[in-house]
């Protein structure tokens, strides 16, 4: 500290030293714990994020903030304290008229005990009101709920591909896990508006299909075509965000022509009407699946894929949420990985066996 105090002292004077001391104090503590929460945001949440074409606004409120706020709240309370310190250390070494610092060091110059000890009284007591009322603050302006920014409606155009405009072609697709090969000259046709059922033991690769067709894992080999629009995903995971309610983290994958009161009437058919303005952390798993399942319904797409979407759903809630899906669904193309073959039947679907 005293070794910038004399340099800026050198280069700028003495009325804004404290003021540029301060700030080069406190920026390395700030930055750094503002770095460990951006290296710790959910990786899930970001591939969601990513996948639905979310706004840029969105993913800093809704993903970023929840995850960077913690570490943001730490560095401030070691930032705060060092701030005071090195402002009024400062002071002292550049005396700047009417300031803390300046007292401090004529009750040195005078030896006057008495008004020392006051001043550090004061300097402990601003410190300890200005580190409180910013983290109140803080904590205030991040509990302030704001409405999800909506984005604009996908303009769905030709994707180059002669005649065949939405349909999903593979063609000679290979793809590894290290030496463990999951596809190998790999081909495959789904007609745009079908509902396909993809089907294969646990870890046969049905997810990682998934992954190579919404751009989320590189492949070796091969040629892919997709449909030109957005895709609408039901990850393995329900991948929400959980200090959210239902209908916000419906919202925030929404156009501007889906309108809150029809988020709210889809949610309301599959969930308690009661239940929607809760978080969803305090959501059972089938009622967290569900609210997954009506973002997907929702989002502006041109095709939707379902990871295990019946996953933990007893037999009756899954039976009326296949018919919501139907009935919502609007003639986009459907994937859909499952382990019951009588879901094929159930959903209308062609069978895709993955071997």
């Given at each position: 500290?005293?070794?910038?105090?004399?340099?800026?002292?050198?280069?700028?004077?003495?009325?804004?030293?404290?003021?540029?001391?301060?700030?080069?104090?406190?920026?390395?503590?700030?930055?750094?714990?503002?770095?460990?929460?951006?290296?710790?945001?959910?990786?899930?949440?970001?591939?969601?994020?990513?996948?639905?074409?979310?706004?840029?606004?969105?993913?800093?409120?809704?993903?970023?903030?929840?995850?960077?706020?913690?570490?943001?709240?730490?560095?401030?309370?070691?930032?705060?304290?060092?701030?005071?310190?090195?402002?009024?250390?400062?002071?002292?070494?550049?005396?700047?008229?009417?300031?803390?610092?300046?007292?401090?060091?004529?009750?040195?110059?005078?030896?006057?005990?008495?008004?020392?000890?006051?001043?550090?009284?004061?300097?402990?007591?601003?410190?300890?009101?200005?580190?409180?009322?910013?983290?109140?603050?803080?904590?205030?302006?991040?509990?302030?709920?704001?409405?999800?920014?909506?984005?604009?409606?996908?303009?769905?155009?030709?994707?180059?591909?002669?005649?065949?405009?939405?349909?999903?072609?593979?063609?000679?697709?290979?793809?590894?896990?290290?030496?463990?090969?999951?596809?190998?000259?790999?081909?495959?046709?789904?007609?745009?508006?079908?509902?396909?059922?993809i089907m294969g033991r646990s870890g046969g690769g049905k997810t990682t299909l998934f992954r190579v067709l919404l751009g989320l894992s590189p492949y070796r080999k091969g040629y892919i075509q997709k449909p030109a629009g957005r895709a609408a995903v039901v990850f393995q995971e329900d991948r929400l965000c959980?200090?959210?309610?239902?209908?916000?983290?419906?919202?925030?994958?929404?156009?501007?022509?889906?309108?809150?009161?029809?988020?709210?009437?889809?949610?309301?058919?599959?969930?308690?009407?009661?239940?929607?303005?809760?978080?969803?952390?305090?959501?059972?798993?089938?009622?967290?699946?569900?609210?997954?399942?009506?973002?997907?319904?929702?989002?502006?797409?041109?095709?939707?894929?379902?990871?295990?979407?019946?996953?933990g759903l007893d037999e009756k809630t899954k039976e009326k949420l296949v018919q919501f899906i139907l009935k919502y669904r609007n003639g986009r193309t459907l994937l859909v990985a499952t382990h019951q073959e009588k879901d094929v039947d159930t959903l209308g679907a062609e069978l895709i066996k993955l071997s």
């Amino acid at each position: 500290v005293a070794s910038f105090v004399v340099l800026l002292l050198i280069w700028a004077g003495s009325a804004k030293l404290s003021v540029f001391v301060t700030f080069l104090m406190v920026l390395p503590v700030i930055f750094q714990n503002v770095l460990g929460g951006i290296k710790h945001t959910d990786k899930e949440l970001l591939e969601m994020a990513r996948v639905f074409e979310m706004p840029f606004v969105n993913k800093i409120r809704y993903i970023y903030m929840p995850a960077v706020l913690p570490f943001v709240v730490s560095g401030c309370k070691a930032a705060l304290g060092l701030s005071w310190k090195a402002g009024i250390a400062a002071e002292v070494i550049g005396t700047p008229d009417f300031s803390i610092g300046e007292r401090i060091y004529m009750s040195k110059i005078y030896l006057n005990t008495a008004g020392l000890f006051s001043w550090t009284f004061v300097v402990i007591l601003l410190s300890f009101l200005f580190e409180k009322s910013f983290l109140l603050l803080l904590d205030k302006a991040a509990k302030t709920k704001k409405k999800p920014v909506r984005a604009k409606e996908g303009k769905h155009t030709e994707n180059g591909y002669p005649g065949k405009r939405g349909d999903i072609i593979l063609e000679n697709l290979c793809k590894e896990y290290g030496e463990q090969q999951i596809f190998h000259e790999y081909s495959l046709e789904m007609k745009a508006g079908g509902i396909y059922c993809i089907m294969g033991r646990s870890g046969g690769g049905k997810t990682t299909l998934f992954r190579v067709l919404l751009g989320l894992s590189p492949y070796r080999k091969g040629y892919i075509q997709k449909p030109a629009g957005r895709a609408a995903v039901v990850f393995q995971e329900d991948r929400l965000c959980p200090e959210e309610d239902a209908v916000t983290n419906v919202s925030m994958v929404c156009t501007k022509a889906v309108s809150e009161e029809e988020i709210r009437n889809m949610l309301a058919e599959v969930l308690p009407a009661q239940e929607l303005d809760k978080k969803v952390e305090e959501f059972s798993g089938g009622m967290k699946r569900r609210v997954a399942i009506v973002r997907a319904l929702l989002a502006d797409s041109e095709w939707i894929v379902m990871d295990e979407p019946f996953t933990g759903l007893d037999e009756k809630t899954k039976e009326k949420l296949v018919q919501f899906i139907l009935k919502y669904r609007n003639g986009r193309t459907l994937l859909v990985a499952t382990h019951q073959e009588k879901d094929v039947d159930t959903l209308g679907a062609e069978l895709i066996k993955l071997s």
